[in-house]
């Protein structure tokens, strides 16, 4: 079923409670531009073409800069082949040339597949087959990963074009094997300098890719392409960017999102937070995951804001940014904000240009919230949201946020909390389903029509998305969460789905049966625990740490098991299910009891 937001001046007359504490200065409902993400970016360029659109080290990118490459690219693209519809995959850590890219794909009226840069060869698989993908850009140092990926599937499902760019290349004037003392004369950190430094020929790609597919492109050339972009045709109805997020069961799915859906949230998302021409946003949330793309770029570039560009999280690093540039939005997870007011360092940054400082993915503890407020005046705004919803679906509102709390429905967004079994509406304070209806869901699952029915089902005439996270709302319309129907692991913000790293560890010949549960840790808040059986022969032959040393190889960091039990057997129902709660309630109750 799909989404379908409730049409103008059909609201309920009985305002709901959380209008009570809505932001004075916003209205409840906005009316998103009908046109492209591209737009957006075109008319920043037009507004502000001399304006900093991005920082990365020393290193800016004016709108007029971000545009004219962005079009060069796109331009590149159409002359390899790209049509109205195909899914390019766009794999890097944050960088400029991410959103160079993202904005091209838009502009050849394409689609963005964002890939997560840490994803393995086995998984890279399933994000080249899945889209029928036959375009890449991707960071020097994640091509050989991605041409391992390629060259294990079938030659018709195999990418045909690989462009290839150097976060170097981001840097001006460096030249092709720039030297540490230059990278550090241009404001680069020296234990980044290695990082920055790389620079892998195609003459090493070869033997990875023996077939000849895909052929490779260096970035420079792609933005020396002096064509003409074809013709601006997409809508606000087609696809923009698919996004993949892990299940309960099987495969990662696309989430199909329109122009439309991400539209409603970037300039949602600039408005809740303040946004202006001024606003200048430390950008360290990854661009590949839904939030950094949509809550952190597309809101900047609506509001023609600065983006100051990390590639990757170091306390130190953001500490400097923040100082120099002048930073006054941060959107991130907590354990950032916990390790940088833990830096020895700390006291040698300047954060008294911040004016709003927020994010989800995990509650902030109440004492570093309270030292947020305490010393700097910031209240800390809790928000949520899934890959199915654009990012926010939720969030505090910025004068009044409470803290550990979902926040309130976001603009134009009606959520309820629903009995899982009945789906009937639940009373405040009762504890159930999360479901939410707005302009910002998504579109269906990709080519998953059973999956995007069950996800979505009919209340009060709306179409209403089951978000599969329990929790409850207070009296004043705030949302809580408590649990989650589904088996997701939440390890520091990035999301685990038991599920897909069962079928990663079936892979490994020693494994008989696996069972991934999530276990309490210190830093992360909770992490992967797989518990395992393994085939006749290997008992005392392979050690947990070899387990351990093959699941690093084979995931993305983020995802593999950090703790490891070898079992006899596994708990199962009377129907041979294997019994994951009561694994899961029986690590639990170790855990309180140590």
Avoid at 1 to 11: C, D, I, L, Q, S
Avoid at 565 to 571: G, R
Wanted: glycine share 8%; with cysteine; aromatic share 8%.
């Amino acid at each position: 079923m799909p989404n379908k937001p409730t049409p103008a001046g059909t609201e309920s007359v009985q305002q709901p409670p959380h209008f009570a504490h809505w932001p004075a200065r916003l209205p409840h409902r906005i009316s998103a531009p009908a046109t492209s993400l591209w737009q957006n970016l075109s008319v920043s360029a037009l507004r502000y073409p001399d304006k900093r659109a991005t920082v990365f080290f020393d290193s800016v990118l004016t709108y007029a800069d971000l545009q004219r490459q962005a079009e060069a690219v796109a331009s590149w693209l159409a002359l390899q082949g790209v049509k109205a519809g195909d899914r390019v995959l766009l794999m890097m850590q944050n960088c400029p040339q991410w959103v160079v890219a993202h904005f091209a794909v838009l502009r050849a009226n394409a689609v963005v597949v964002p890939v997560n840069p840490m994803n393995r060869a086995q998984e890279l698989q399933h994000h080249i087959s899945d889209p029928a993908a036959r375009f890449a850009i991707v960071a020097a140092d994640l091509a050989q990963e991605l041409l391992v990926a390629n060259e294990q599937l079938p030659p018709e499902q195999r990418l045909s074009h690989l462009l290839v760019t150097h976060y170097s290349d981001a840097l001006d004037g460096l030249g092709p094997n720039p030297t540490a003392d230059t990278l550090v004369a241009r404001g680069v950190p020296p234990g980044w300098c290695d990082w920055l430094a790389q620079r892998h020929g195609e003459e090493q790609w070869a033997a990875v890719s023996p077939s000849g597919l895909p052929s490779i492109t260096d970035w420079s050339d792609a933005l020396a392409c002096a064509s003409e972009p074809p013709p601006l045709t997409v809508c606000p109805a087609d696809m923009a960017v698919l996004p993949y997020t892990s299940g309960t069961t099987g495969l990662p799915k696309g989430c199909v999102h329109t122009h439309a859906t991400v539209m409603h949230n970037a300039m949602a998302g600039s408005l809740w937070g303040s946004g202006t021409p001024e606003n200048v946003m430390l950008a360290v949330v990854p661009m590949f995951h839904i939030t950094g793309m949509v809550s952190g770029m597309h809101a900047c570039v609506f509001g023609s804001g600065c983006m100051v560009i990390m590639p990757r999280w170091d306390r130190d690093l953001a500490g400097q940014l923040i100082s120099r540039w002048k930073v006054t939005h941060w959107t991130n997870i907590p354990t950032m904000v916990m390790d940088l007011l833990a830096s020895p360092r700390f006291a040698t940054f300047d954060l008294s240009s911040l004016v709003y400082i927020g994010g989800g993915g995990a509650a902030m503890p109440q004492a570093i919230a309270q030292r947020l407020l305490d010393q700097y005046g910031l209240r800390y705004v809790e928000g949520y949201g899934l890959t199915e919803t654009a990012a926010p679906s939720h969030a505090n509102p910025p004068d009044r946020p409470k803290q550990q709390c979902l926040g309130i429905p976001f603009l134009n967004v009606d959520a309820r909390v629903v009995d899982p079994e009945n789906l009937k509406e639940l009373p405040a304070g009762e504890q159930g389903e999360i479901v939410v209806n707005g302009p910002q869901v998504f579109a269906g699952y990709w080519q998953r029509s059973e999956a995007t029915r069950a996800a979505f089902f009919e209340l009060d005439g709306k179409a209403f998305f089951r978000t599969g996270d329990l929790g409850w709302v207070d009296p004043e319309g705030y949302f809580f969460l408590t649990d989650r129907l589904k088996r997701m692991i939440n390890a520091s913000g990035f999301k685990v789905w038991p599920a897909e790293v069962e079928a990663l560890m079936y892979r490994h010949p020693a494994v008989a049966e696996a069972c991934v549960i999530s276990t309490p840790d210190a830093y992360r808040g909770e992490t992967v625990k797989a518990v395992v059986v393994l085939r006749p022969g290997f008992a005392g032959t392979l050690t947990e740490a070899d387990m351990m040393a093959w699941c690093k190889d084979n995931m993305a960091a983020y995802k593999y098991p950090r703790v490891l039990e070898f079992v006899d057997k596994l708990p199962k129902s009377g129907s041979g299910k294997v019994m994951w709660r009561q694994l899961q309630d029986d690590e639990r109750t170790r855990h309180r009891a140590g």
